[in-house]
C-alpha cells in the first residue's frame, strides 16, 4: 500500500485512458489476531484552512511572545491571509496546532508565504518550500529560511512587522 499526504505535490489532470485493475485480497483478520482496538473516535473541525489560503503568514519561536504573535494576526489581517506557525510556536503556546505547517502540520503551497522568526529547519521547509512566493524576516542571515526564500529581510521582526503593515495600510513609510 502507498499514500501521499495531500497537499504534498501538485495534483495532475485526471487522464481516462489510465485504468487500475481491481484485486479482492481477502485479508482474513479478525477481532482475536489484530494488535490494535479501535476504542474511541472524535472527528473537529480544524480552526483554518491553511490549503485554501493563498496568502500565509506564519511566526515561529523568534516571535518571542504570545503577546507578540498579535504582530502575526495584524500583519495577516491587513492582507487578508491565514495565520500559519512553526512547531516551535504551537509548543510555545503562541498559536493553536490547527497552524502547524510543516512535516508534522499541514503542507502548504499559497501564492505568498511571509515566514518570521522561523529558522526554516528541514521539518518546517518541506511544509512550505513549495510555495510560490517565500518572504523570510530573521534577524539571523544565515539562517536556513533564507535558502528557500525568494525575498528576505534581515531584521527584528517586532520593527520590520509595524513598518510593513503601515506600508500596506496607507502606502507611507516605505522609506522611513
Ligand atoms: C519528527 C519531527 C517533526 C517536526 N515537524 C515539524 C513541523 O511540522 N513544523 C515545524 O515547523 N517544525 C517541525 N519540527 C521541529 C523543527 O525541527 C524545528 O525545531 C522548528 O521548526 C523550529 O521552529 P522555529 O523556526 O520557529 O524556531 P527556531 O529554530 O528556534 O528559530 C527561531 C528563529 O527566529 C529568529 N529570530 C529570533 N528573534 C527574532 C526576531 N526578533 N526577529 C526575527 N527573527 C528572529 C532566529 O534567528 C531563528 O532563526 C519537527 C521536528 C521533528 C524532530
Not at 32 to 55: F, G, M, T, Y
Not at 138 to 145: C, H, Q
Not at 150 to 155: A, R
Request: proline residues 5%; glycine residues 12%.
Amino acid at each position: 500500500m502507498a499514500t501521499v499526504r495531500e497537499g504534498v505535490m501538485p495534483m495532475p489532470a485526471p487522464d481516462p485512458a489510465r485504468q487500475g485493475q481491481v484485486i479482492d485480497c481477502p485479508a482474513g483478520l479478525d477481532g482475536l489476531v489484530l494488535p490494535l482496538r479501535l476504542v474511541h473516535s472524535e472527528r473537529r473541525r480544524r480552526k483554518v484552512n491553511l490549503k485554501a489560503a493563498r496568502i500565509i503568514v506564519a511566526g515561529g519561536a523568534g516571535v518571542g511572545s504570545k503577546e507578540n504573535f498579535q504582530l502575526i494576526w495584524d500583519l495577516a489581517s491587513c492582507l487578508g491571509a491565514a495565520v500559519g506557525g512553526s512547531r516551535a510556536a504551537v509548543d510555545l503556546g503562541y498559536v493553536d496546532h490547527d497552524h502547524q505547517v510543516g512535516q508534522t502540520g499541514t503542507t502548504v503551497r499559497p501564492a505568498l508565504y511571509i515566514a518570521c522568526g522561523i529558522s526554516g529547519a528541514v521539518q518546517h521547509r518541506a511544509g512550505m518550500s513549495e510555495s510560490a512566493r517565500i518572504l523570510a524576516i530573521n534577524t539571523d542571515r544565515e539562517a536556513p529560511i533564507f535558502s528557500v526564500a525568494h525575498y528576505g529581510i534581515v531584521g527584528d521582526l517586532k520593527e520590520v512587522i509595524p513598518r510593513l503593515i503601515k506600508v500596506i495600510r496607507t502606502g507611507a513609510g516605505a522609506k522611513t
